[in-house]
């Protein structure tokens, strides 16, 4: 199985940047699609941003322009760039890995992003 550990959260002042890690362990990550979803309280999990197996990105239409999600292969690593964080980006971010060809999941912990008015 793939173990998934995501770094780089914590407060932030409305308008800065944050720039999350997913460091990925046990299989290559080349061979799945990875993306980044995210849970406030008393809300839904939602997905923020995605990037296929072949490079295809997508991205939710509330962080469109602000996020840009990347991944270094070599380095088993999938990232998520924040920029201009708004309040309502606050929630507990997740990682997730899906095998390309058996569309198994698997969640990191999740790490905490607080965007400050």
């Known amino acids: 199985q793939v173990q998934l550990v995501e770094s780089g959260g914590g407060l932030v002042q409305a308008g800065g940047s944050l720039r999350l890690s997913c460091a990925a362990s046990?299989?290559?990550?080349?061979?799945?699609?990875m993306a980044w979803y995210r849970q406030a309280p008393g809300k839904q999990r939602e997905l923020v941003a995605g990037v296929t197996g072949a490079g295809s990105t997508n991205y939710a239409d509330s962080v469109k322009g602000r996020f840009t999600i990347s991944r270094d292969n070599a380095k088993n690593t999938v990232y998520l760039q924040m920029n201009s964080l708004k309040p309502e980006d606050t929630a507990v971010y997740y990682c997730r890995a899906r095998q390309v060809l058996t569309f198994q999941d698997y969640w990191g912990q999740g790490t905490q992003v607080t965007v400050s008015t």
């Open positions: 046990g299989r290559d990550l080349s061979i799945y699609h």
